[in-house]
């Protein structure tokens, strides 16, 4: 007995040490993938706080506490239209988000509720729509807003995102409300819920991690777009935060201290509004993507 007693307590150290062991190598393996990851912003960050003169003069990689400066912060604001950009691409992201959130909303409830004709077809088109790149609609997009008077027009710029989110966002919307009781549906129109108001009221407030889902992916696209924006919008006080973000790079010379200074500044909405909805986006990225 007594030998018995001891294999196992030896088993039981052995498969600890084990346990251990790959528990140091996850966790050591982790903060590698997370350092590569966060050291080229953090470099950023650090980089655009240092003087221009001194930018890529010094050998060090992090500079002396005494050597930061908010200089090229002040110069990208004072010396360029950095900040409007900034606000157009705030007014466009935020407003093709809502209109993407609203359509999308409205066409996953009667995708995941109503039975209709061609149903399954429609479904398949609204997949098979995002397969496609959406540069190939530059062109026949920058006709027919110039036909319309759209170009230079915020309400082009807003038209064409809510086109390129809407596939995914109506996907997503469909597969989470899919995961919704229809039960609540019922009861609701018991109690004389009419079919708006029991999506905006009851369902959609239900399903808001699916909603918030929807709408951070809405405004990230949005914010980061390059190609639609320089296309679209060539009149100076109407470009984005990546178009306006591109002027710095010049044929001959960049502006190495205006490039990392606005980079910083068009990284931070994306970033808070991620950090803001972390758990909300996970959960309705886990629930939005299974049907029952």
Same mark, same amino acid.
């Given at each position: 007995m007594t030998n018995e007693a001891s294999r196992r307590t030896d088993q039981r150290r052995r498969i600890r040490r084990r346990s251990r062991i790959k528990d140091t190598v996850i966790v050591i393996a982790a903060v590698c993938v997370v350092a590569l990851l966060v050291f080229? %912003?953090?470099?950023?960050?650090? =980089?655009?706080?240092? +003087?221009? #003169?001194?930018? %890529?003069g010094s050998t060090r990689i992090l500079p002396a506490p005494d050597g930061l400066t908010f200089e090229n912060y002040r110069n990208l604001f004072a010396t360029s239209s950095f900040g409007r950009y900034f606000l157009n691409s705030l007014l466009v992201s935020v407003t093709s988000m809502i209109i993407s959130v609203v359509v999308a909303g409205l066409a996953g409830y009667a995708f995941s509720r109503y039975q209709f004709r061609f149903k399954r077809l429609l479904m398949l088109v609204v997949i098979a729509v995002h397969l496609f790149p959406f540069v190939i609609l530059i062109t026949p997009l920058y006709s027919m807003f110039g036909f319309a008077h759209l *170009? @230079? @027009?915020?309400? /082009? *710029? &807003?038209? #064409?995102?809510?086109?390129?989110?809407?596939?995914?966002?109506?996907?997503?919307?469909? $597969?989470?409300?899919? /995961?919704? +009781?229809?039960?609540?549906?019922? #009861?609701?129109? &018991?109690?004389?819920?009419?079919?708006?108001?029991?999506?905006?009221?009851?369902?959609?407030?239900v399903a808001w991690p699916g909603v918030a889902t929807v709408g951070i992916q809405s405004f990230i696209v949005a914010w980061e777009e390059y190609l639609f924006a320089k296309v679209l919008m060539t009149d100076e006080n109407l470009k984005t935060v990546q178009v306006g973000l591109?002027?710095?790079? /010049?044929?001959? =010379?960049?502006?190495?201290?205006?490039? *990392?200074?606005?980079?910083?500044?068009?990284?931070? +909405?994306? &970033?808070?509004?991620?950090?803001?909805?972390?758990?909300?986006?996970?959960? $309705?990225?886990?629930? /939005?993507?299974?049907?029952?």
């Open positions: 080229p %912003f953090a470099w950023m960050v650090l =980089t655009s706080l240092r +003087p221009a #003169a001194d930018m %890529f *170009l @230079n @027009n915020y309400a /082009g *710029l &807003i038209l #064409a995102y809510v086109a390129i989110t809407l596939p995914v966002a109506t996907y997503l919307m469909i $597969g989470y409300l899919d /995961g919704i +009781p229809r039960a609540l549906d019922e #009861a609701a129109r &018991i109690d004389g819920c009419r079919t708006v108001d029991l999506l905006f009221r009851v369902v959609l407030p591109s002027d710095f790079f /010049g044929e001959f =010379t960049t502006q190495w201290d205006l490039v *990392l200074s606005a980079s910083v500044v068009a990284s931070v +909405p994306t &970033i808070v509004v991620v950090a803001l909805a972390q758990r909300r986006l996970v959960a $309705g990225m886990a629930v /939005g993507g299974v049907k029952e």
